[in-house]
């Protein structure tokens, strides 16, 4: 139910702790964090920036969150990706799914990461020892976010 | 109409955003870039290969074909890497 676009950090605890804070109908919270590599293709990475499309990406996340509820009876979501310039071992994106069972926040939740992956207009720019360049999209990262696709047109009807 | 460059392509380009206005036989997105590759070489490198480009209008994707009108945003980008 909420998506958040920032530079500064975040903390899981808090943020669970907020999400569920009075709430006595949540079984299970499922979360995932993504951090800063130190190594990408062989080269050592010093830093990474993060653009993002300020507008866009705040509606795109709200799509890809709703898309989720849609799927799974969540009783509550929370998205928060950073941008700007991270060091490796920063946090970078947090997706956090909250239902009465388990099956729906842990699936939810990885649906919800590898969407964002393919359609939350992010880029980064990795400075490595060979100078700065764009990490370029990956096969393996369509891959996984076709896997979620569901036939007979039954995504393209939710996102309407 | 105001056009958005991102990451690589803010680059080639040497701007982010600006606002243009476009001839009238321009009429979809494919036609906006090969108007745009008409500006200089900046704009012909930046988009020499549109396979590698990705398109928003009114911040929805869209396609080479979808159909852009004065008013409308749209932004240009290589394929996104979040997460």
């Known amino acids: 139910m909420s998506v958040r676009i920032q530079r500064e950090d975040f903390d899981l605890g808090a943020e669970v702790a907020a999400l569920t804070g009075g709430r006595t109908d949540i079984g299970g919270v499922a979360s995932f964090q993504g951090l800063v590599r130190d190594m990408a293709g062989g080269e050592r990475i010093a830093a990474m920036t993060l653009e993002h499309y300020p507008g866009m990406t705040e509606k795109m996340l709200g799509e890809i969150e709703a898309e989720a509820r849609a799927r799974w009876p969540l009783d509550a979501t929370l998205i928060v990706h950073r941008y700007g310039r991270l060091e490796p071992g920063d946090r970078i994106v947090l997706v956090v799914t909250a239902s009465a069972h388990r099956k729906a926040a842990l699936e939810s939740c990885e649906f919800l990461i590898d969407w964002l992956k393919s359609r939350a207009p992010f880029w980064k720019l990795e400075e490595t020892g060979a100078g700065a360049q764009w990490v370029a999209a990956r096969d393996s990262d369509d891959e996984a976010a076709a896997r979620w696709e569901e036939p007979s047109g039954t995504a393209s009807k939710a996102a309407e | ?83």
């Open chain 2, 1 to 83: 109409m105001k056009i958005l460059y991102f990451a690589w392509l803010r680059q080639r380009v040497g701007a982010g955003e600006e606002t243009v206005d476009l001839p009238e036989e321009v009429r979809n997105v494919a036609g906006l870039i090969d108007w745009l590759k008409s500006r200089g070489p900046k704009y012909e490198e930046a988009f020499r290969d549109t396979s590698a480009i990705r398109v928003a209008v009114n911040q929805e994707f869209a396609g080479l074909d979808a159909a852009i009108a004065t008013g409308d945003e749209i932004a240009l980008f290589p394929p996104m890497t979040g997460g």
